[in-house]
C-alpha cells in the first residue's frame, strides 16, 4: 500500500484486533436528533452514507439509549423489532463503502436522562439535569447491566460493527465513578475499586454477549474537569480494567457537561486535550481515539506524528464538511469548509431541542432536502455584497452553473467576518473566508471588489440577489457625535484609539465581543494551550484531580476599566448561545468588566456618559464609549430595484438585521441559491 505523501499517519490502516480500519479518521459520535426525527433512520442513512462515501474510516452514532430511563425521549434500542430501521443506517454506510465501519453509540444518560423516571447511583441532581435521579437498588443496578448487553446484541443484529459504550461526561458510567455522585456504601460505592465495578461489569457482559468478532470502543473521562473528579491513577486504573475485559479501542472524553471549562468551543486552541490520550496512550498499550477541536488534516496528522492518538476523531468538522476526509487525501485542503467551532448549528441546537446542523454548511441533516443539482436553466445573476450571504450564494448559484457577478464595495470579501474574527478566541473565522475565497475561484465567479454598486449599474442581469448587510445603529442621544464615542467598526479595526476607562453600549453579541477585545491583552488563548490552560485554571501536566482541583484560573487583562451596559434589566449575555454564553460571561467576570443593566442613557459630554441605573442618576466618568448598540438593515438597494421593476431577491442582514447571525444569513442564501 502506498504511502501519503502528506498525511501518511492519517491515511495508513490500524489493526484494531478485532478488525482493520483503511485510515485513521474517525466521524465522532453526535446526537443531531435525527434520532427522533420524522423519518430519521431514513435521513441518518443519507446523512452517515454521504461521509462514508467520502472517505472516513470509522463512524459512531449519536447516542442511543439502551432502555427508556437511559434517555426519555426519543429512540432506544431495547426491544428486537427496533433493530429494522437501524438496518437502513447500517445498509446504507456498508453499500456507500465496505470498508467503513460503523458502531453504534450506546448513550445511558443517568441523571441527564428527560424523564422523571431517570436513574444514578446516588440521589444527586446535575446542575444541568431537569430531574432529581433515582437512587439504584442492587436489582436495578443488574437490570442497567444487563440492557447494556441486550442493547449490543441488538447493535450487533442491526448490522454495526461495534458499539461504543460512553463511559464519560456526565452520563450514567461517569456518575458511578466519581464521589461527587456516588455516595454508595454498599459493592457499587465508596473504594474506587467498588466505583469502578459497574463500568468494568457493563463491558464484560457486553464482551460476553456480542463474542470476539465485534469492536467495542469505551469512552473514558480522560480528565472530566470536575473539582475533587478522577484522579489520573484512577484513570489509568479504568482504562486497564476494561481493556483486560476486552475493549478493543479506548476513546478518550474531556469534561462533564456540567464543569466550568469550554472544551471544544472556539477559544479552545486546536487539539489542545490531545496531550492527556498521549499519556494514557503509553500506559494502555490498545488503539487510542482522541479528539476536540482536530478541525483540519495538518492538525490530525500532527496529533498523530506526535504519539498523541491512534485515530483522530472529528465530529462537527464532518457536519461542516461531508467532504473533509476525500479532500484531504486528494490535497484539495484549501476547499475544506471548516468547522469553525461555533456550535451555533449543532450543540445549540441539540440542546434547545432542535434538529442539528451547521452554520458553514445548512446541508448537513438536512441531505435528503436540501440538495445543489445542476442547474436546467443557467441564468447571468447579481450578487451585491460579499458577505457570508452573498458569498454563500455566490458559490451555491456558481457551482450550479449560473453565471454569477459578485460585487463588493470593499477591497476584500468576507464582510462583518472580517471583524469577527479580530476578536480573540475567533480567529478560526479566518477559515470560512479562505473557503469562500478559494470556491470563488474555482467555480468561476467573477469577483468586483472595489465596487459600490447602485440600481442603474445592474441592469442587463436576469436576476438580481441583494447581500448588502447592515449598518450598525446610532441611537439617538444627546451627544452622540461627541469625540469620546467610537463605533464598534472602528473600535474592532483599531481605526480610533481606546482610552483607559471605557463603556460600551450594548450588550449583544458584538457588545461581548468588543469587551473581550479591549480587555484582553497578550496572545489570544486560542492560538496557545499555555495561555489557555493558565485562563481556564487547568494542569495538564500534573494532573491534579480532574485536571483542575486546586489550580486558580489567571488571566492578563488589557488594564482598562470597562462597563458594557444595557437598557433591558436582564442579566447581560442572555441572547449569547446556549452552550458558549457562559465562557463569554466568565471570561469578562475574570477580566474585572462590570456588567450593568437597566440602564437609560441620557447625555454624552466631557464628563462622559450621563445615565439613570434603574432609576438613580449615575455618571460614567469615561474616555471612550463604544457603540454596539444594535444594526439597522441596508435595503435601499433592494428597494430601488423593485421600483424600476427589476427582479430581485434579497439575503442576509439586508432582508432582516433583528436576531440576524450567520447562521440565518448563510442558510437563507443557501436554501435561495439551490432553487434560482
Ligand atoms: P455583511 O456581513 O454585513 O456583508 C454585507 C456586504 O455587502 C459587506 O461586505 C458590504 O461592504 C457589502 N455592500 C453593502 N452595500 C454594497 C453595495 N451597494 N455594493 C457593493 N457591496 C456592498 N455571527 C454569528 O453567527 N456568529 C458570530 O460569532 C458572530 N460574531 C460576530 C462578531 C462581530 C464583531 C461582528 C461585527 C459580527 C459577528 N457576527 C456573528 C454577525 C455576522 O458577521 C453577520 O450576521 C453576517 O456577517 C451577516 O452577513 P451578510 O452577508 O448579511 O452581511
Ligand atoms: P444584538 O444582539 O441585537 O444586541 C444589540 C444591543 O444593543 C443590545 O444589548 C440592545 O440592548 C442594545 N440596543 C438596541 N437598540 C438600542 C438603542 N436604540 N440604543 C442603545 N442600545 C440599544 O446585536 P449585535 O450585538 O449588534 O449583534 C448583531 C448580531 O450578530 C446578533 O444578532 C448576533 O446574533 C450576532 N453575533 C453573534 C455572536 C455570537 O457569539 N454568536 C457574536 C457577535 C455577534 P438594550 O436594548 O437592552 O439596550
Ligand atoms: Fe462547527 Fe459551528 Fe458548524 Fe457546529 S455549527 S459544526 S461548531 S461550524
Not at 303 to 329: N, T, W
Not at 420 to 428: H, N, Q, S, V, Y
Not at 546 to 554: A, D
Not at 606 to 627: A, K, M, Q, S, Y
Given at each position: 500500500?502506498?504511502?501519503h505523501p502528506r498525511?501518511p499517519?492519517?491515511?495508513?490502516p490500524l489493526d484494531i484486533?478485532v478488525?482493520?480500519l483503511?485510515n485513521?479518521?474517525?466521524?465522532g459520535?453526535m446526537h443531531?436528533g435525527l434520532?427522533?426525527a420524522?423519518n430519521?433512520?431514513a435521513?441518518q442513512?443519507?446523512?452517515f452514507?454521504?461521509?462514508?462515501?467520502?472517505?472516513?474510516?470509522?463512524?459512531?452514532t449519536?447516542?442511543i439509549?439502551?432502555n427508556?430511563?437511559g434517555?426519555?425521549?426519543?429512540?432506544?434500542?431495547?426491544?428486537?423489532?427496533?433493530?429494522?430501521?437501524h438496518?437502513?443506517?447500517t445498509?446504507a454506510?456498508?453499500a456507500?463503502?465496505?470498508d467503513?465501519?460503523i458502531?453504534?453509540?450506546?448513550?445511558?444518560?443517568?441523571?441527564?436522562?428527560?424523564t422523571?423516571e431517570?436513574?444514578?447511583?446516588?440521589?444527586?441532581k446535575s446542575r444541568?439535569?431537569?430531574y432529581m435521579?433515582?437512587?439504584?437498588?442492587?436489582?436495578?443496578?443488574?437490570?442497567?447491566?444487563?440492557?447494556f448487553a441486550?442493547?449490543?446484541?441488538?447493535?450487533?443484529?442491526?448490522?454495526?460493527?461495534?458499539?461504543?459504550?460512553i463511559?464519560s461526561?456526565?452520563?450514567l458510567?461517569?456518575t458511578?465513578?466519581?464521589?461527587?455522585?456516588?455516595?454508595r456504601?454498599?459493592e457499587?460505592?465508596g473504594s474506587f475499586e467498588?466505583?469502578?465495578r459497574?463500568?468494568?461489569e457493563?463491558?464484560?457482559r457486553v464482551?460476553k454477549a456480542?463474542?470476539?468478532?465485534?469492536?467495542?470502543?469505551?469512552r473514558?473521562?480522560a480528565?472530566?474537569?470536575l473539582q475533587g473528579?478522577l484522579?489520573?491513577?484512577e484513570v489509568?486504573?479504568?482504562?486497564k480494567?476494561i481493556?483486560?475485559e476486552?475493549v478493543n479501542v479506548?476513546?478518550?472524553h474531556?469534561?462533564w457537561?456540567?464543569?466550568?471549562?469550554p472544551?471544544?468551543a472556539?477559544?479552545?486552541?486546536?487539539?489542545?486535550?490531545?496531550?492527556?490520550?498521549?499519556r494514557?496512550r503509553k500506559?494502555?498499550?490498545?488503539?487510542?481515539?482522541?479528539?476536540n477541536?482536530?478541525n483540519m488534516?495538518q492538525v490530525a496528522e500532527?496529533?498523530?506524528?506526535r504519539?498523541?492518538?491512534?485515530i483522530?476523531s472529528?465530529?462537527?468538522?464532518?457536519l461542516?464538511d461531508s467532504?473533509l476526509?476525500k479532500?484531504?487525501?486528494e490535497?484539495?485542503?484549501?476547499?475544506?469548509?471548516?468547522?469553525?467551532a461555533?456550535n451555533?448549528?449543532?450543540?445549540?441546537?441539540?440542546?434547545n431541542?432542535?434538529?442539528?446542523s451547521?452554520?458553514?454548511?445548512p446541508?448537513?441533516?438536512?441531505?435528503?432536502e436540501?440538495?445543489?443539482?445542476?442547474?436546467?436553466?443557467p441564468?447571468?445573476i447579481?450578487?451585491?455584497g460579499a458577505?457570508?450571504a452573498g458569498?454563500a450564494?455566490s458559490i451555491?448559484?456558481?457551482?450550479?452553473g449560473?453565471?454569477v457577478t459578485l460585487?463588493?464595495a470593499n477591497?476584500?470579501?468576507?464582510?462583518?467576518?472580517?471583524?469577527?474574527?479580530?476578536?480573540p478566541?475567533?480567529?478560526?473565522?479566518?477559515?470560512?473566508i479562505?473557503y469562500?475565497?478559494?470556491?470563488?475561484?474555482l467555480?468561476?465567479?467573477d469577483?468586483?471588489?472595489?465596487?459600490?454598486?447602485?440600481?442603474?449599474a445592474?441592469?442587463?442581469f436576469d436576476?438580481?440577489i441583494?447581500?448588502?448587510?447592515i449598518?450598525?445603529?446610532?441611537?439617538?442621544?444627546p451627544?452622540?457625535?461627541?469625540?469620546?464615542?467610537?463605533?464598534?467598526?472602528?473600535?474592532?479595526?483599531?481605526?480610533k484609539p481606546?482610552?483607559k476607562?471605557?463603556?460600551?453600549?450594548?450588550a449583544?453579541?458584538?457588545?461581548?465581543d468588543?469587551a473581550e477585545?479591549?480587555s484582553?491583552?497578550?496572545?489570544?488563548?486560542a492560538l496557545d494551550?499555555?495561555?489557555?490552560a493558565?485562563e481556564w485554571?487547568i494542569?495538564f501536566r500534573?494532573?491534579?484531580?480532574?485536571?483542575v482541583?486546586?489550580?486558580?484560573?489567571?488571566?492578563?487583562?488589557?488594564?482598562?476599566?470597562i462597563?458594557?451596559?444595557?437598557?433591558?434589566?436582564?442579566?447581560?449575555?442572555?441572547t449569547?448561545?446556549r452552550?458558549t454564553?457562559?465562557?463569554h460571561?466568565l471570561s469578562?467576570q475574570r477580566?474585572d468588566?462590570?456588567?450593568?443593566?437597566?440602564?437609560?442613557?441620557l447625555?454624552?459630554?466631557?464628563e462622559?456618559?450621563?445615565?439613570?441605573?434603574n432609576?438613580?442618576p449615575?455618571?460614567?466618568?469615561?474616555?471612550?464609549?463604544?457603540v454596539?448598540a444594535?444594526?439597522?438593515?441596508?435595503?435601499k438597494l433592494?428597494?430601488?430595484?423593485?421600483?424600476?421593476?427589476?427582479?430581485?431577491?434579497i439575503?442576509?442582514?439586508?432582508?432582516?438585521?433583528?436576531e440576524l447571525?450567520a447562521?440565518?444569513a448563510?442558510d437563507?442564501a443557501?436554501?435561495?441559491?439551490?432553487v434560482v
Amino acid at each position: 500500500m502506498s504511502v501519503h505523501p502528506r498525511y501518511p499517519l492519517l491515511f495508513s490502516p490500524l489493526d484494531i484486533g478485532v478488525t482493520k480500519l483503511k485510515n485513521r479518521a474517525l466521524m465522532g459520535s453526535m446526537h443531531t436528533g435525527l434520532e427522533e426525527a420524522e423519518n430519521g433512520f431514513a435521513k441518518q442513512a443519507a446523512f452517515f452514507a454521504e461521509r462514508a462515501r467520502n472517505g472516513v474510516g470509522m463512524i459512531i452514532t449519536g447516542g442511543i439509549p439502551p432502555n427508556f430511563e437511559g434517555g426519555g425521549r426519543g429512540s432506544k434500542l431495547s426491544e428486537p423489532h427496533e433493530v429494522a430501521e437501524h438496518r437502513l443506517v447500517t445498509d446504507a454506510v456498508h453499500a456507500a463503502d465496505p470498508d467503513v465501519k460503523i458502531c453504534m453509540q450506546i448513550l445511558h444518560m443517568g441523571p441527564l436522562a428527560r424523564t422523571s423516571e431517570c436513574v444514578a447511583p446516588s440521589p444527586v441532581k446535575s446542575r444541568i439535569g431537569a430531574y432529581m435521579p433515582n437512587a439504584l437498588t442492587a436489582e436495578g443496578i443488574e437490570k442497567q447491566i444487563r440492557d447494556f448487553a441486550n442493547c449490543a446484541v441488538l447493535a450487533k443484529e442491526a448490522g454495526y460493527d461495534g458499539v461504543e459504550i460512553i463511559g464519560s461526561a456526565g452520563y450514567l458510567i461517569s456518575t458511578f465513578l466519581v464521589e461527587k455522585t456516588n455516595r454508595r456504601t454498599d459493592e457499587w460505592g465508596g473504594s474506587f475499586e467498588n466505583r469502578m465495578r459497574f463500568p468494568i461489569e457493563i463491558v464484560r457482559r457486553v464482551r460476553k454477549a456480542v463474542g470476539p468478532d465485534f469492536i467495542i470502543v469505551f469512552r473514558i473521562s480522560a480528565m472530566d474537569m470536575l473539582q475533587g473528579g478522577l484522579a489520573w491513577e484512577e484513570v489509568v486504573a479504568l482504562g486497564k480494567a476494561i481493556v483486560a475485559e476486552g475493549v478493543n479501542v479506548v476513546s478518550t472524553h474531556f469534561c462533564w457537561h456540567e464543569a466550568l471549562v469550554p472544551t471544544i468551543a472556539t477559544m479552545v486552541p486546536r487539539a489542545a486535550f490531545t496531550q492527556v490520550t498521549g499519556r494514557l496512550r503509553k500506559e494502555l498499550g490498545v488503539p487510542m481515539i482522541t479528539s476536540n477541536r482536530i478541525n483540519m488534516p495538518q492538525v490530525a496528522e500532527d496529533v498523530l506524528a506526535r504519539g498523541d492518538g491512534d485515530i483522530v476523531s472529528m465530529a462537527r468538522p464532518m457536519l461542516a464538511d461531508s467532504e473533509l476526509v476525500k479532500k484531504s487525501f486528494e490535497g484539495r485542503e484549501d476547499e475544506i469548509n471548516t468547522c469553525i467551532a461555533c456550535n451555533q448549528a449543532c450543540l445549540d441546537h441539540t440542546f434547545n431541542g432542535k434538529l442539528v446542523s451547521c452554520l458553514v454548511n445548512p446541508r448537513a441533516c438536512h441531505e435528503t432536502e436540501l440538495n445543489y443539482l445542476p442547474t436546467n436553466l443557467p441564468k447571468n445573476i447579481a450578487v451585491v455584497g460579499a458577505g457570508p450571504a452573498g458569498l454563500a450564494f455566490s458559490i451555491t448559484a456558481a457551482e450550479r452553473g449560473h453565471k454569477v457577478t459578485l460585487f463588493e464595495a470593499n477591497d476584500d470579501i468576507g464582510g462583518q467576518f472580517n471583524l469577527a474574527r479580530k476578536i480573540p478566541g475567533k480567529e478560526e473565522f479566518d477559515e470560512t473566508i479562505r473557503y469562500f475565497r478559494r470556491k470563488i475561484a474555482l467555480h468561476g465567479v467573477d469577483l468586483r471588489l472595489n465596487t459600490r454598486v447602485d440600481a442603474d449599474a445592474l441592469s442587463g442581469f436576469d436576476e438580481v440577489i441583494v447581500a448588502t448587510g447592515i449598518e450598525p445603529r446610532t441611537p439617538d442621544i444627546p451627544g452622540i457625535d461627541h469625540p469620546k464615542v467610537v463605533g464598534y467598526m472602528d473600535a474592532i479595526l483599531g481605526r480610533k484609539p481606546i482610552g483607559k476607562r471605557v463603556a460600551i453600549m450594548g450588550a449583544g453579541g458584538i457588545g461581548f465581543d468588543v469587551a473581550e477585545l479591549v480587555s484582553h491583552a497578550g496572545v489570544s488563548a486560542a492560538l496557545d494551550v499555555d495561555v489557555f490552560a493558565r485562563e481556564w485554571g487547568i494542569d495538564f501536566r500534573n494532573h491534579p484531580r480532574g485536571g483542575v482541583t486546586g489550580v486558580e484560573p489567571h488571566v492578563e487583562t488589557s488594564g482598562r476599566e470597562i462597563t458594557l451596559m444595557q437598557r433591558k434589566s436582564d442579566a447581560l449575555g442572555k441572547t449569547l448561545g446556549r452552550t458558549t454564553g457562559w465562557t463569554h460571561r466568565l471570561s469578562l467576570q475574570r477580566r474585572d468588566v462590570q456588567m450593568v443593566g437597566g440602564v437609560d442613557y441620557l447625555k454624552i459630554d466631557d464628563e462622559g456618559l450621563h445615565t439613570r441605573v434603574n432609576g438613580e442618576p449615575r455618571l460614567f466618568d469615561v474616555d471612550t464609549i463604544i457603540v454596539c448598540a444594535g444594526q439597522t438593515s441596508m435595503r435601499k438597494l433592494y428597494d430601488d430595484l423593485q421600483a424600476r421593476g427589476v427582479k430581485a431577491a434579497i439575503v442576509g442582514g439586508a432582508y432582516e438585521a433583528a436576531e440576524l447571525d450567520a447562521k440565518r444569513a448563510i442558510d437563507q442564501a443557501c436554501r435561495l441559491a439551490a432553487v434560482v
